[in-house]
């Protein structure tokens, strides 16, 4: 999760809102991404997507069984279901998030028991840490349009 908190505090040098994500193999880091949808103007530019598209680039292959996804953010819709895609084995996130995460935050995609692949999912770690990235980046925004 330590990487992943320094690939969101580099996407927040960038303006981004900071996010980060690193996808494991065997106790590896085979996958790295941070949020980049303002400087990629690309909506779908999520860590995990970056993530996701890192590993499977590294692994040769768009599955990626067998890996975990850390996330300093609890995963949208959209992310989920590339996570799902993918085969992701397990999902570890920091911080919840009440207005889009999909691990019960909104919902919870991750239990519904009619998709075809589940990802085991444990939310919490480093928690504050990845909070706070993302409360003091905001409070920073709020004061720049004051």
């Known amino acids: 999760m330590r990487e992943a908190i320094s690939l969101a505090r580099a996407a927040e040098c ?7 994500a ?12 941070f949020n980049s949808p303002i400087g ?4 779908t530019a999520h860590a995990e997507i970056a993530a996701l598209r890192d590993a499977a680039r590294t ?13 300093t953010l609890e995963p949208c819709a959209m992310c989920a279901g590339a996570i799902m895609h993918a ?11 009440p207005k889009t995460g999909v691990h019960g935050s909104v919902v919870d995609l991750f239990g519904v028991q009619r998709l075809n692949h ?9 928690a504050d840490e990845c909070s706070q990235l993302l409360s003091a980046f905001f409070a920073g925004r709020r004061r720049k349009t004051t």
């Open 118 to 126: 589940h990802a085991s999912v444990e939310g919490g770690i480093l």
């Open 87 to 97: 085969r992701i084995s397990r999902v570890i996130y920091g911080a919840r998030d």
């Open 22 to 33: 690193i996808v494991v193999l065997d106790g590896e880091i085979v996958g790295r991404g």
């Open 40 to 43: 990629e103007h690309d909506p």
């Open 14 to 20: 960038l303006g981004e809102v900071p996010v980060g």
């Open 59 to 71: 692994l040769g292959n768009y599955r990626l069984p067998g890996c975990e996804l850390y996330v």
